[in-house]
């Protein structure tokens, strides 16, 4: 019976996602090999399966998967380190705060994708242009959310902590970061996903390696089977990065849940 | 000899987006000897939480000025130790890290600060969950490690905000005794406010009764049970006298705040 809210067991939990996915598939085999669509707009599983094996052992496509992600995690961690410090001195400096806060909130909203154009006149179509799209499109993003959560820390806890006798460095070090920690690794992990979208689209415009220059590629040769094969890579390296995100932050915070 | 010493202290909150000004506490005298128990009774709104506020220095008040040992307060500080009636305890640290927090803000080398910790653990009870987050702690069990987590600065005062308001009355009863049985022993100056009046004559050697708003001190009466104190005094004569007296005192407050809201 379904009633709001209430649990269900791991196991159901298990077999309910994993459902989902079969039913995805079958109607996706049902459409391609029933010949409701043309093969050449959209790939059966099969072959699909088939041009992945051929892309992973004879193209090298496992080179373009590790560029990809070195050049996200590349964006990423350079954006990290900019903006986890900064968004940190916001959240606790009202006049730091003031400062950048009207200009980031402007920034966040310039779409990461039109940068692209200019950054190719800028940096080229080298690796420096690459890193710069997923840097731009991750840095405003984690400095607000990080100032925000920073800001929102229980007024009890630094009171409580002025009284053991901290000054404000102490306060700062001792109370706002650890306990916005979780939320900035929340924060991060969040981001990284967006990251991933970037990533792809900076590479579909003068790239010649990565998933999303093969996926170019294949629109010309309308190998669709490899672009929905490079599409679910991405979407399976998204899953396990999450993965382990989500089981570091768990590891690292373990009093938040204990 | 005087300690504490606040004098003609008031605090008026300015209105809220052009609402009236609120008066939480009027001009204030009180004078408080060295190592002397002082609660602070009075029903919700009589401003005694502002007072131990602007005693801690989180709070400023508008007029007058409070006086620690002759130096004048301006700020929060180690001197004065602050138990919150909400739980404070630093989630991320563990009940001994907790304790340690001041220690380490004074650049206390690691050997001495186990030592006090230790200490202070085994005097509030808490052996064996020295490395337990707070979260996997009672309600009690975070308070006591809170009053630790305050006397191990060794601070000057200890000031209490409805420490245990939180607390069912059986584990109330019980913090009672193991605060009493601390001060017995060691002697701080204590100042604890409270709204419950059994608790404010069990701890007390002197409470402070505290009116409606605007907040002022209307009675001052010296507790001169003997100690140590016993739970069983709870039901002596003396203390129902007491409780009778101050029981009249609170209740037209009480009524008087009820009206107000």
């Known amino acids: 019976m379904l009633r709001p809210l209430e649990p269900v067991g791991r196991g159901t939990r298990l077999v309910l996602g994993i459902s989902f996915f079969i039913v995805f598939v079958a109607a996706w085999s049902f459409a391609t090999f ?34 990809t992600v070195w050049r996200v995690l590349g964006g990423f961690v350079l954006a990290a ?90 306060v700062l070090a001792r109370v706002l970061i650890p306990a916005n920690a979780p939320e900035i690794a929340e924060i991060l992990r969040l981001v990284l996903g967006w990251a991933w979208t970037y990533v792809i689209v900076a590479e579909l415009i003068g790239s010649s390696s990565g998933i999303g220059h093969m996926i ?37 915070f373990a009093w938040r849940l204990a | 000899m005087s300690q504490l010493q606040i004098t003609g202290v008031g605090r008026i909150f300015p209105g809220v987006r052009g609402g ?25 709104g009589c401003g005694k939480s502002t007072l131990l506020r602007i005693v801690a220095g989180l709070d400023k008040p508008t007029s007058g000025e409070v006086l620690l040992d002759g130096r004048k307060i ?114 701080k100056t204590v100042l604890f406010v409270t709204h419950d009046i059994e608790e404010a004559i069990f701890l007390a050697s002197r409470v402070i009764v505290m009116s409606a708003r605007p907040g002022r001190i209307k009675a001052d009466l010296p507790v001169d049970l003997p100690h140590p104190r016993h739970y069983t005094m709870k039901t002596s004569v003396a203390f129902s006298d007491l409780k009778a007296r101050l029981t009249e005192e609170i209740r037209a407050e009480a009524v008087l705040a009820a009206m107000d809201h």
């Open chain 2, 74 to 187: 301006d700020g929060p500080g180690p001197d004065r130790g602050v138990v919150f009636q909400s739980y404070t305890l630093f989630p991320w640290l563990t009940v001994a890290d907790n304790i340690a927090f001041g220690l380490k803000e004074k650049g206390m080398p690691e050997g001495q600060r186990k030592d006090i910790v230790a200490s202070y653990i085994e005097k509030v009870g808490l052996k064996g969950f020295e490395n337990h987050f707070p979260k996997q702690l009672s309600g009690g069990m975070q308070q006591r490690t809170a009053i630790a987590r305050a006397l191990a600065n060794d601070p000057e005062i200890l000031l209490l905000d409805e420490p245990f308001g939180a607390l069912d009355n059986q584990t109330r009863a019980l913090m009672q005794e193991l605060l009493l049985g601390i001060w017995e022993r060691e002697r």
């Open chain 1, 81 to 170: 380190l900019v903006a986890v410090p900064l968004g940190i001195l916001m959240g606790a400096y009202k006049a730091v705060e003031a400062f950048f806060e009207p200009f980031v909130s402007f920034a966040r909203y310039l779409p990461a994708s039109a940068f692209v154009p200019l950054l190719i006149l800028w940096a080229g179509i080298g690796e420096t242009q690459k890193l710069l799209v997923i840097f731009i499109g991750s840095v405003f993003q984690i400095i607000l959310m990080v100032a925000v959560a920073v800001a929102q820390t229980r007024r009890d806890l630094v009171e409580a902590a002025y009284t053991l006798g901290a000054k404000d460095r102490g």
């Open chain 1, 216 to 252: 170019v590629d294949s629109q010309a040769l309308l190998a669709t089977g490899q672009i929905i094969f490079g599409i679910i890579i991405i979407g399976l390296i998204g899953l396990v990065s999450d993965f382990l995100f989500k089981a570091l932050n768990r590891k690292l």
């Open chain 2, 20 to 44: 009236n000004a609120v008066t939480a506490l009027q001009p204030t005298d009180l004078s408080i000897a060295k190592n002397d128990f002082i609660t602070i009774l009075g029903p919700s």
């Open chain 1, 34 to 67: 029933g010949g409701f669509v043309s093969k050449t707009f959209l790939a059966n599983p099969l072959t699909m399966v088939q041009d992945g094996y051929l892309l992973l052992t004879k193209y090298g496509f496992l080179g373009d998967i590790g560029m």
